[in-house]
């Protein structure tokens, strides 16, 4: 038998309070009356050594069953046949990334999961319980366990597809966790059921079952993975454009691809993407009143989406400021090194031979590059292979060769997207770092790399020559030189993670008013959290971020680089515990292997337990009225 | 426990209604002085008793010629002597009369009338209060100025003790044993293995004995039901006891029995009882159920 009206808890409540009750009476009638009377010989005589306690206890026992059968009729009971399946408690998380705002067939991915989880909701058994959870980047219930399917299907009426990815694995633990305190009896069976657009690799905990519907069936998708604008170098005016279009689909597939500006458009051309295949182009740009560029691909026919996913099928960017950052470098020789930064557009090279250095060469520099060479310099400074001595800001332990290095601090902005572990040095000094200084490449000795910051001024010395190592062969080293740069002149320090993709941790200029927040782009006030002294935003939308306070403006693309969410079919094979939805009757294993052909309505039971209330209640009036006469 | 108001028990009318009243007795006895009752004694009273063979000295106007003419022997004519009548009041003090109010009001409002009876008639009116034996006593009174003691004294009483009925007779015999007269006991005779044994002791030494039953109606009929504690106001410890109908039934089958065999008992020795409830007023008790009871007349 089960209680269908009270849950035991509540049940095990409502009878204790009763009994307590009844106990309490049961105790004060049991003080009895004082009656003085001048017969008491006769009394004595008749009475003499009857005692009717059990009487009075028996009744109290008739009470207390009356009580209990009461509590039982309120609590709705049911019994269960014998071969009744058991109950489940399952919890449902749907998948609200961004994926199921794919368009396939007549409806989106997640109308297809809204369809299924309705109809899971509606083939629920009477003593099945569901929770609704929704998932994206986090895991939110939606609603407490409820047998009730109108309202589950009333709380997915308020699901939506969002912009960010989904992280499954945290999800389906924290419905573990929801299910182990679910109380839904001993009998009852923990399920998870996970509905997303394609299965996760997630595990879950012995006692619980996990079951992954997968709905969606498109294959095809294009997406703007890449996209960026840089100034030309030299004295060429505009810009240049660099994107990548990538093929998610098996097919090859035509494309219009548009760069524009929200007023014009500024060229197109049809791609034709091979099936799992990247394109990339390059263009130039004249120069431009907006700063604002876009680029858009879009069926090759029509003007119309390119594919189901339209979230994928927009970069934005900026074009950057042209700024001439004047560099010297103090050097006897150094071809990796002055090519390196005249690669970069940006720097206005000026190279010195050591023994023609002056400090007045550094009247109009904006940062100095010692190779080999220590002086002391008034503005930043990077220091090659320092050879110590009076004057030079960096001094070193000892030579070594060949050093082992530790894992390169990635906090910072000089090593920002660059990674040292695996460049052969062969020989480098261990530099002596002073209070204050940041190590961010050491051996196991020593620190090879440090970052000082002195009166203002930003130094940074590298304990060995680069042309004693493989550094300039590797892609990390122009990063390296113009990270630096960045980090002396103070660029980084805003919007150094100018270009975000959503969900990513964007870090915003000081000086924005966190209470005024900052205006996504479909118009709304976000406010950044403060972490650290900094003001960090996760975006969620792709499109452009801007802040202005008085004069000062900032502006900062943010596209939707997820390749997970653009796969349009990600990890479908069928696999016991995961089954493919294609709209049919929601599968005996999703729906708690339930049928309701095979489990009939269990009768109600209250309206029997009233008949034997009844009953003791006149077996208690007339066991009342014997007690009163005999 | 606190007295009930004794004052001016009956009124004038009532009074004057006692005084036409006359106590019956099925006995004669032997006073000391004239009153208006017949005595053992022969002499010159009015009521002719016997004839006896004239002996020389008697006097010769009680000779009944009339005899001598017909038998012609001389017979003297004997005569009842009018004397006067002792009548003890034995009135229950213990603390069961005062169970209710009323019980014990009555009682001596009983009694009270009784003697009042007695006191007109000129008999001697010994009251005495008893309980575990006699412990109040009121000097002999005689007369009709005598009611207003004999209220006083009635309404002093306190209702206090256990009863022993035996020990009452028992104290009333060493004092009063070696008198004549009418013992009217005023009680409730709750003392049930006493109560026979006590009205033997009475007969034994030669009274007569008139038992007054003083009841109320809840001790005949009991009205409560259920789990009570009974309390015996003459002490004891209280007994629980669950009062149901049927046991309420027993009790009154025991009630009546003890009436009834104490009854039996006092009729066997031409003695007299009359059950007097407290229900029934006092007037209608007097002049009715003690006049259907002849114990007046």
Same mark, same amino acid.
């Given at each position: 038998m089960r209680l269908f009206g009270l849950t035991p808890t509540e049940f095990t409540l409502l009878f204790s309070a009763a009994a307590l009750l009844a106990v309490i009476i049961y105790l004060l009638a049991f003080r009895k009356r004082t009656a003085v009377v001048a017969a008491d010989p006769i009394w004595r005589k008749i009475v003499?050594?009857?005692?009717?306690?059990y009487r009075k206890l028996l009744a109290l026992l008739i009470q207390l069953l009356v009580l209990f059968l009461l509590s039982l009729a309120l609590g709705d009971p049911r019994f269960l046949p014998a071969r009744a399946k058991p109950p489940v408690s399952m919890a449902l998380v749907v998948d609200v990334s961004a994926s199921m705002s794919f368009t396939d067939g007549g409806g989106t991915r997640m109308n297809r999961a809204l369809e299924f989880a309705a109809a899971v909701a509606d083939a629920m058994g009477p003593r099945d319980r569901m929770t609704l959870m929704a998932m994206d980047d986090s895991c939110r219930p939606?609603?407490?366990?409820?047998?009730?399917p109108q309202e589950i299907r009333d709380a997915l009426g308020d699901l939506k597809p969002t912009t960010v990815s989904e992280e499954a694995q945290p999800a389906v633990d924290f419905a573990a966790s929801s299910l182990t305190g679910a109380? =839904?009896?001993?009998d009852a069976v923990g399920r998870i059921v996970l509905v997303s657009d394609r299965f996760h690799a997630v595990r879950v905990p012995p006692r619980l079952e996990l079951v992954q519907v997968a709905v969606g069936e498109s294959t095809e998708n294009l997406a703007v993975t890449a996209f960026d604008i840089r100034p030309r170098g030299g004295a060429a005016r505009g810009s240049e454009v660099f994107l990548e279009v990538a093929n998610y689909g098996r097919r090859s597939r035509k494309v219009r691809l548009s760069i524009h500006t929200r007023e014009a458009l500024l060229g197109e051309e049809i791609l034709e993407v091979p099936g799992s295949e990247v394109v990339t182009r390059s263009y130039f740009l004249k120069?431009?009143?907006?700063?604002r560029v876009m680029a858009t691909i879009t /069926? /090759?026919?029509?003007?119309?989406?390119?594919?189901?996913? +339209?979230?994928?099928d927009r970069a934005f960017a900026l074009t950057p400021e042209r700024s001439t950052r004047r560099v010297v470098l103090v050097t006897s020789g150094n071809l990796y090194l002055e090519k390196a930064l005249e690669l970069n557009p940006s720097v206005e090279l000026k190279v010195v031979a050591p023994e023609r250095y002056?400090? /007045? +060469?550094? =009247?109009? /520099?904006q940062a100095v590059f010692f190779d080999g060479v220590c002086q002391p310099a008034p503005i930043p400074a990077v220091y090659f292979n320092p050879p110590g001595? =009076?004057?030079?800001p960096f001094a070193y332990d000892l030579e070594v060769e060949f050093p082992v290095l530790l894992p390169? *601090?990635?906090?910072?902005m000089v090593t920002?997207?660059?990674?040292?572990?695996?460049v052969q040095v062969q020989q480098a000094c261990r530099l002596l770092p002073e209070p204050g200084? +940041?190590?961010?490449l050491s051996d196991h000795g020593g620190p090879l790399i440090i970052a000082r910051q002195k009166d203002s001024i930003r130094l940074l010395g590298i304990g060995f020559d680069v042309s004693k190592s493989d550094l300039p062969l590797r892609v990390a080293f122009p990063i390296l030189l113009h990270n630096v740069l960045d980090w002396f002149l103070g660029?980084?320090?805003?919007?150094? !993670?100018?270009?975000s993709g959503v969900g990513d941790l964007m870090e915003l200029p000081a000086w924005v008013d966190p209470d005024e927040g900052i205006v996504n782009p479909v118009g709304d006030r976000v406010a950044p959290r403060e972490v650290g002294g900094k003001l960090l935003l996760r975006p969620r939308q792709p499109g452009y971020y801007t802040a202005q306070r008085g004069s000062r403006r900032w502006v900062a693309p943010v596209n939707f680089y997820l390749e997970d969410e653009s796969m349009p079919e990600g990890d479908r094979r069928e696999a016991p515990g995961r089954l493919r939805w *294609?709209?049919?009757?929601?599968p005996a294993l999703v729906v708690a292997g339930f049928d309701k052909a095979e489990y009939p309505e269990p009768p109600l039971q209250w309206p029997v337990i009233l008949l034997a209330i009844a009953w003791l209640l006149l077996f208690d009036w007339i066991f009342y009225v014997f007690r009163i006469l005999f | 426990m606190t007295q009930p108001? !004794?004052?001016?028990? !009956?009124d004038a009318t009532f009074l004057a209604r006692l005084q036409k009243l006359h106590l019956c007795s099925r006995r004669i006895f032997s006073g000391r002085m004239h009153a208006q009752h017949v005595s053992r004694k022969l002499g010159a009273g009015m009521e002719f008793a016997d004839y006896r063979p004239y002996a020389p000295?008697?006097?010769?106007?009680?000779?009944?010629w009339n005899l001598y003419g017909r038998v012609e022997k001389l017979y003297t004519k004997l005569y009842r002597v009018e004397e006067d009548r002792n009548l003890f009041f034995l009135v229950d003090v213990s603390a069961s009369m005062a169970a209710e109010r009323k019980k014990f009001d009555y009682a001596r409002k009983l009694a009270a009338a009784v003697a009042y009876i007695g006191l007109y008639e000129m008999d001697r009116v010994f009251l005495m209060g008893f309980s575990q034996g006699i412990t109040v006593t009121q000097p002999v009174l005689r007369g009709r100025k005598a009611v207003v003691e004999a209220l006083y004294f009635l309404s002093r009483l306190k209702a206090t003790g256990e009863t022993d009925l035996v020990q009452t007779c028992r104290d009333f015999t060493k004092i009063h044993g070696s008198k004549e007269g009418m013992v009217l006991v005023v009680s409730d005779f709750l003392d049930l293995d006493g109560a026979v044994p006590a009205m033997d002791a009475l007969f034994k030494f030669g009274f007569e004995v008139l038992a007054l039953h003083v009841v109320t109606p809840r001790e005949l009929r009991p009205d409560f039901l259920g789990e009570w504690r009974l309390a015996d106001p003459e002490g004891g410890r209280p007994h629980a006891a669950h009062i149901t109908r049927r046991l309420i039934a027993r009790y009154r089958q025991e009630f009546t029995a003890h009436s009834t065999r104490l009854r039996r008992h006092l009729q066997a020795r031409q003695g007299g009882y009359v059950r007097a409830v407290t229900s029934v007023p006092l007037e209608d008790m007097i002049l009715k159920e003690l006049r259907a009871g002849h114990l007046l007349a």
């Open positions: 003499g050594k009857r005692r009717t306690p939606l609603l407490p366990y409820t047998s009730d109380g =839904s009896g001993d120069p431009l009143e907006t700063d /069926a /090759a026919r029509g003007g119309g989406p390119a594919d189901g996913f +339209v979230l994928d002056r400090p /007045a +060469v550094l =009247s109009r /520099a001595g =009076s004057g030079c390169l *601090r990635g906090d910072h920002r997207g660059i990674t040292l572990i695996d200084d +940041v190590e961010l660029e980084a320090d805003i919007g150094g !993670f100018n270009e *294609r709209g049919d009757q929601p | 108001q !004794f004052e001016a028990p !009956f000295g008697d006097d010769l106007r009680l000779l009944d």
